[in-house]
């Protein structure tokens, strides 16, 4: 029995020793792996899938997207390539502040989008995670500014389903909103322009997403 045993022991030992050195010669863990049901806009490596407009600076260094103003402090968006409808969106990334930055969703024109806010705004008084929309200003506001990190990483998850817009900051709701303004296009990052918020730098991580 007792040899049974060890035989046993030694198949699990072997097996699973097998199987993280698979891995390890793999390249890849299962921190790398995208949850169930989400892809990787951003591979990591390149901006492949992603155009910039405008003329804002947006490269990729050690494995994220920079995003800065351009020459003259000048704005600029990078927007997926393709079109996206209903989804939930996560984006974990940082800024250095001042900033005025955001995550762009159902993006179809300057004028006809959506926008998580990356900001610090005064009046009214509201934080990332506020939901704006060209030409109807702010859908819904952030105003607990402790639910953002401002020296370190955050997550802003969006879902969009029909006319319902949902947003969290760190996984706090800060936003429920219907509205009928887009029902689908790009999703991307903003700079936006101003020389007192230079250098308005935003650093993503990490991009995925799920169709619902």
């Known amino acids: 029995m007792l040899r049974k045993f060890l035989t046993f022991a030694c198949m699990v030992i072997l097996t699973s020793s ?11 863990t299962d921190a790398d792996k995208p949850k169930a049901g989400f892809s990787q806009l951003f591979n990591g490596k390149d901006l ?3 155009k910039p407009t405008g003329g804002a600076k947006w490269v990729v260094k050690d494995g ?37 930055s955001g995550i762009w969703f159902r993006y179809q024109s300057p004028d006809k989008a959506y926008q998580a806010d990356i900001l610090e705004y005064k009046k009214p008084v509201c934080y990332s995670g506020t939901l704006y929309c060209p030409g109807k ?20 998850a969006v879902r969009a389903k029909a006319n319902h ?9 800060v936003a429920d909103v219907h509205d009928d303004t887009s029902d689908s296009g790009y999703i991307g990052f903003q700079i936006h322009a101003g020389n007192q918020l230079s250098p308005n730098k935003i650093i993503v991580r990490e991009v995925l997403l799920k169709p619902l």
Do not use: S
């Open 137 to 156: 200003m702010f859908l819904a506001m952030n105003t607990d500014k402790t639910l953002v990190d401002r020296e370190g990483w955050n997550k802003m």
């Open 18 to 28: 097998t199987g993280c050195k698979r891995a390890v010669e793999d390249g890849k």
């Open 64 to 100: 994220t997207i920079v995003g800065t103003q351009g020459q003259n402090n000048a704005p600029g968006d990078l927007l997926t390539e393709k079109v996206y409808k209903d989804f939930l969106l996560t984006v974990t990334y940082r800024v250095v502040w001042p900033c005025n």
């Open 48 to 50: 492949t899938g992603f």
């Open 165 to 173: 817009i949902q947003i969290w900051i760190n996984d706090h709701k």
